[in-house]
């Protein structure tokens, strides 16, 4: 396999990864629902969705992108465009270390979910 061809496979391998730390989040009150999506130009960003009680969209996602030969990588929890947690874009000129950054951002993200759901729903009552 060529770099190129190893590159690509790091990708989805991560990618994976990604979506499976994020799909698993769940709760026993709130409806989740996992997400992946490409975006222009060269993007993708995956997570989980939570439809709160009161309608609002609590969400966890991460993505990573590519632009002028830099990996640009994301990671923010939101409920209806407001951040809650936002990790800092890391940018890399490497895809390796960009992967690497991906695989943890999910991580973080994933570990206060059960908190900010709960803090979510506390606000509701």
């Known amino acids: 396999m ?7 496979a790091g990708l989805l391998a991560a990618l994976s990864r990604a979506a499976e730390i994020l799909a698993e989040l769940h ?3 709130v409806r989740s629902q996992p997400f992946s999506y490409f975006f222009p ?14 309608g609002r969209e609590l969400s966890f996602a991460v993505s ?15 409920v209806e465009g407001d951040v809650l947690l936002g990790l800092p874009r ?11 950054v991906l695989d943890d951002y999910a ?10 759901i709960d803090q979510q729903l506390d606000n509701i009552v």
């Open 2 to 8: 060529d770099s190129e061809s190893s590159a690509a």
């Open 27 to 29: 709760h026993p009150f």
């Open 41 to 54: 130009p060269a993007g993708v960003r995956t997570g989980t969705a939570f439809t709160l009680p009161d």
């Open 64 to 78: 990573i992108s590519a632009a002028n030969g830099e990996f640009h990588v994301d990671g923010v929890i939101s």
């Open 90 to 100: 890391k940018t890399t000129s490497s895809i390796h270390d960009g992967l690497a």
């Open 107 to 116: 991580g973080e993200l994933a570990a206060p979910a059960g908190q900010l």
